[in-house]
């Protein structure tokens, strides 16, 4: 869950991507770290790999879901099944 109060203001990133390659690499670097802190084993993959599904589920749940409702409104539905 991104919500978090402690230490909020010191992860707010002055660097931001241009492009998608960018971004990759920016996530990767602060992963790449996360692992080297906590040390390369099984369950801090794990819980990298939670944490990156749970991104993309709140990116959805956040944004996408909201954009796609707008378009939905915007150009009508697909058919009958999502009215």
């Known amino acids: 869950m991104p919500y978090i109060k402690r230490f909020r203001e010191l992860f707010n990133p002055?660097?931001?991507p241009d492009s998608c390659g960018e971004l990759n690499y920016l996530?990767?670097?602060?992963?790449?770290?996360?692992i080297q802190k906590r040390?390369?084993?099984?369950?801090?993959?794990?819980e990298v790999?939670?944490?990156?599904e749970c991104c993309k589920l709140e990116l959805y749940r956040q944004i996408a879901a909201k954009y796609e409702d707008e378009k939905k409104k915007?150009?009508?539905?697909i058919?009958?099944?999502?009215?």
């Open 49 to 52: 790999i939670g944490v990156f």
């Open 14 to 16: 002055s660097i931001v």
């Open 39 to 46: 040390g390369l084993c099984y369950s801090v993959i794990n």
């Open 27 to 34: 996530i990767t670097k602060a992963i790449h770290r996360y």
């Open 79 to 83: 058919s009958e099944l999502d009215k």
């Open 74 to 77: 915007e150009n009508g539905s």
